[in-house]
């Protein structure tokens, strides 16, 4: 049975091995030493502050899978009515448990949560892998977006896209 439930600061654990998970197998990053320990203390810090939501994904009471969301305040226009967006961010679901539903299940919890609280716009960057996932789930690809890393030891130009771009010199 899948239960999908939002995530609550004891959870802090499982939401940090589910992103070492992500970053490690999904993106080939080699995490540094003490980086767990680092990424639970921002979660047990953001999470109370309200700078990140996360749902789980749980399959006979044990945890398959997470999403997770960086609310952010935008200047109201016209698209953001309300100022507010959710960028979405670490969906993961353990290979154990892929094309089971749960990438989906999951996406319907962080929509159904976005609408309930009037958010103008989910956002995210997505590998290709999973691009058509979010296709599916009413996504659009966006051709004016940009990034720019301000770290001279970043590789790519952000997490779903690693060695994408090189730094220009001059």
């Known amino acids: 049975m899948v239960r999908i439930r939002q995530a609550v600061l004891h959870d802090a654990g499982v939401l940090t091995d589910l992103r070492c998970a992500f970053l490690e197998e999904e993106l080939k990053q080699l995490l540094p030493e003490g980086f767990a ?3 639970r203390g921002w979660i047990e810090e953001a999470m109370p502050e309200g700078r990140l939501l996360a749902w789980l994904a749980e399959v006979e009471a044990r945890v398959a899978g997470c999403v997770m969301v960086h609310p ?5 226009s016209a698209y953001f009515r309300q100022g507010v967006g959710w960028y979405v961010l670490n969906m993961f679901v353990k290979h154990t448990h892929r ?3 749960l990438a989906t299940a999951l996406l319907a ?3 159904a949560a976005a609408r309930a609280q009037d958010i103008d716009s989910l956002n995210l ?3 290709g892998a999973a691009h058509c996932i979010y296709e599916r789930f009413g996504f659009g690809t966006s051709v004016d977006a940009m990034n ?4 001279d030891d970043a ?3 952000s997490e779903g896209e690693p060695g994408s771009w ?3 010199s001059g």
């Open 166 to 168: 090189r730094r220009m």
């Open 125 to 127: 960057h997505s590998t």
């Open 109 to 111: 919890a962080v929509g």
């Open 99 to 101: 094309r089971q539903g």
């Open 148 to 151: 720019m890393s301000l770290r």
């Open 155 to 157: 590789v790519g130009i």
């Open 72 to 76: 952010y305040t935008h200047l109201p």
């Open 37 to 39: 320990d680092h990424l």
